[in-house]
């Protein structure tokens, strides 16, 4: 498994090269989804790859799947909404060609993401481990003190750690995640299919999903 923060789902490079779309600043697009937590290059390969795979498909609704798929949390909802319109309209392989997968998965992963944020196609392989969060940031990570005292918050795709005398959310999902420091020690709500696991020795605290599918 990966020893620094990210998604395994990342560990195949994007591929694509970015091409200009008259009226939409990429470059632009590329530096908000990165302020969002995201990777401003595999945006632009996700992009680009999505155009290439549909040049017809709305340029805006692509920009938020591809952003999606860059790590933009806080796109999750539009860009679902946008691949179940393409795949319901027959319209699937540009939002496929975006996210990396082939067309004949969409319509699995459009039918698995709404009960199941953590799923993507190559979970299974991965023996249900998700994504390493945090890390020491002497080595650009977010923490000074290992993580412990995982817990979920009964809110989906969102636990809490505590890092000394600090707490933390995470929320997260298949392609990314968000840190965000909390006031108080928060009370632990009800346990999902997905886990918070931290490590005695590890800076990094995992998601994992009990049963890969």
């Given at each position: 498994?990966i020893?620094?923060?990210?998604?395994?789902?990342d560990?195949?490079?994007?591929?694509?090269t970015?091409v200009?779309?008259?009226?939409?600043?990429?470059?632009?697009?590329?530096?908000?989804?990165?302020?969002?937590?995201?990777?401003?290059?595999?945006?632009?390969?996700?992009?680009?790859?999505?155009?290439?795979?549909g040049?017809?498909?709305?340029?805006?609704?692509?920009?938020?799947?591809?952003?999606?798929?860059?790590?933009?949390?806080?796109?999750?909802?539009?860009?679902?909404?946008?691949i179940?319109r393409?795949?319901?309209?027959?319209?699937?392989?540009?939002?496929?060609?975006?996210?990396?997968?082939?067309?004949?998965h969409?319509?699995?992963?459009?039918?698995?993401?709404?009960?199941?944020?953590?799923w993507?196609?190559?979970?299974?392989?991965a023996?249900?481990y998700?994504?390493?969060?945090?890390?020491f940031?002497g080595?650009g990570?977010?923490?000074?003190?290992?993580?412990?005292?995982?817990?979920?918050?009964?809110?989906?795709?969102?636990?809490?750690?505590?890092?000394g005398?600090?707490?933390?959310?995470?929320?997260?999902?298949a392609w990314?995640s968000?840190?965000?420091?909390l006031?108080?020690?928060p009370d632990?709500?009800?346990a999902?299919?997905?886990?918070?696991?931290?490590?005695?020795?590890?800076?990094?605290?995992w998601?994992?999903?009990?049963?890969?599918?």
């Amino acid at each position: 498994m990966i020893r620094r923060p990210g998604h395994l789902a990342d560990r195949t490079p994007p591929v694509g090269t970015p091409v200009p779309v008259e009226g939409l600043d990429l470059a632009l697009a590329g530096r908000n989804v990165e302020a969002a937590g995201g990777s401003a290059e595999r945006f632009a390969v996700s992009f680009a790859a999505g155009r290439a795979a549909g040049e017809g498909f709305d340029p805006i609704a692509l920009a938020g799947i591809a952003g999606w798929r860059a790590g933009a949390l806080g796109l999750r909802d539009d860009a679902l909404g946008s691949i179940e319109r393409a795949w319901s309209s027959g319209e699937g392989a540009a939002a496929a060609a975006a996210l990396g997968m082939d067309a004949a998965h969409l319509g699995v992963f459009v039918e698995r993401q709404r009960t199941d944020r953590y799923w993507w196609p190559g979970r299974r392989e991965a023996n249900g481990y998700v994504c390493a969060v945090g890390g020491f940031r002497g080595l650009g990570g977010a923490w000074t003190a290992p993580p412990a005292d995982g817990r979920p918050l009964g809110v989906d795709g969102a636990f809490a750690v505590r890092t000394g005398a600090r707490w933390w959310r995470i929320d997260a999902d298949a392609w990314g995640s968000r840190l965000s420091p909390l006031d108080d020690e928060p009370d632990p709500g009800a346990a999902g299919a997905a886990s918070v696991i931290t490590f005695a020795d590890s800076y990094l605290v995992w998601i994992h999903v009990a049963e890969p599918a």
